[in-house]
């Protein structure tokens, strides 16, 4: 099997040859670290402000799209590189409000980190308190937008063609999801308030980033693309963000929507969050998912879901980044990925990946991981008695 092969048969709930392995990111500093580089783009920034401070933002904004494109061909030649079968990808329309910070289209604002001469958003707040917030805030034009995401996509494919066979490209949009934007645009504290005293302005909400999934998921699929990774954060470590009666109330009709979009073109799609989604697990397979990623520890019992939803939906998961991939040792490391395969693997339906991302992540204990799949995930399965 090749890689497409192997994920599209675990999303499919069968067992391929090996379980498979998935990153929902690369980390432009752990990309660099594995594919031995430097970046400059921190340093090609200044210089451009340096250089033309009255328009560089005229300058610098209209390259988004490719700048990204760049970054996200990085992050899949050095997924490829380590031995994942798939890695995400997905268009972020990021504008640069100031040296300091990067706005987008759905209200979120975040601070520019410099991690090792790579550009990191780093989200803090929302520009959107009320309806007259929302209804003076500029909206895109949803048919630039699937142009313009359509031309990210194919970029990143020619960047990648000598490996665009090996390797699976999951198209996602972790930063640009239905859900986490509609509060993130607006901050929790503005968020709580209008659920209770103005449901109009979140329903136009939900219709406005449904509108941007649905839009940026048609362009990667007429560029090719089957497997989609839904990015929502939907739990903190103690349960749900909100009262589960809204995300009936909003957030169903728009998952709905998109996973039926999805299956009609052919693909399958999975739903990342973080924290305890136990809870919610019913809710998920009602919304249309072939499968949930991250199953973070200890927030979620793998073995609880497996045996309830494994029938259901696809899990991927569940390997630690806090210690797990970030400083154990090498038999931690393999200890965490035998009890995940253990826990989930058995009959397949289940993708080996990191839980989450982030730029402190240890390439060795990626490399550690990769090794012990090879090693433990080959069906049938053995020493997980």
């Not at 783009?41 to 700048?67: C, H, M, S, T, Y």
């Not at 903190?236 to 009609?264: I, S, W």
């Not at 402190?360 to 990626?366: K, N």
């Not at 433990?376 to 399965?381: D, I, Q, R, T």
Request: negative net charge; proline residues 5%; hydrophobic residues 40%.
């Amino acid at each position: 099997m090749d890689s497409f092969e192997r994920i599209w048969a675990a999303l499919n709930l069968e067992q391929p040859d090996i379980i498979p392995t998935h990153t929902i990111n690369i980390d432009g500093n752990v990309a660099d670290k594995i594919l031995d580089r430097t970046t400059n783009a921190i340093e090609d920034l200044d210089k451009l402000v340096e250089n033309f401070p009255d328009d560089w933002q005229d300058r610098i904004n209209p390259l988004a799209g490719d700048n990204q494109a760049s970054f996200f061909s990085k992050a899949i030649r050095a997924a490829y590189t380590l031995g994942f079968d798939g890695c995400g990808l997905g268009y972020i329309p990021f504008k640069f409000e100031s040296r300091s910070e990067l706005i987008d289209i759905f209200g979120k604002k975040h601070k520019i980190r410099d991690i090792e001469g790579n550009i990191y958003p780093d989200y803090y707040g929302g520009m959107i308190k009320d309806r007259k917030d929302w209804e003076s805030f500029s909206k895109p034009d949803f048919k630039q937008i699937y142009q313009d995401a359509k031309k990210f996509y194919k970029k990143v494919l020619r960047n990648c063609r000598d490996i665009k066979d090996e390797i699976c490209f999951m198209a996602q949009n972790l930063l640009t999801s239905v859900f986490p934007p509609v509060w993130q645009g607006m901050g929790m504290s503005n968020f709580a308030r209008a659920l209770k005293n103005d449901p109009k302005l979140i329903k136009e909400r939900f219709d406005f980033t449904t509108e941007f999934v649905l839009t940026v998921f048609k362009a990667y699929a007429d560029c090719g693309a089957k497997i989609f990774v839904e990015g929502g954060d939907l739990a903190f470590r103690t349960g749900p963000m909100v009262n589960p009666k809204y995300y009936d109330q909003y957030l169903l009709p728009c998952y709905q929507e998109v996973t039926n979009a999805v299956h009609e073109w052919g693909g399958k799609i999975l739903l990342h969050s973080d924290g305890d989604i136990t809870t919610l697990l019913d809710f998920i397979v009602e919304s249309g998912f072939d499968g949930i990623q991250c199953l973070e520890l200890p927030h979620v019992d793998p073995v609880l879901v497996k045996k309830k939803f494994g029938h259901k939906l696809c899990l991927s998961g569940n390997i630690d980044t806090r210690y797990i991939l970030y400083k154990a040792t090498k038999q931690e490391v393999e200890a965490a990925v035998l009890d995940a395969i253990k826990a989930m693997g058995e009959g397949g339906g289940y993708i080996l990946s990191p839980a989450n991302f982030h730029p402190e992540i240890s390439v060795d204990r990626l490399r550690w991981m990769i090794a012990a799949v090879n090693q433990f995930g080959v069906y049938p399965l053995k020493n997980t008695a």
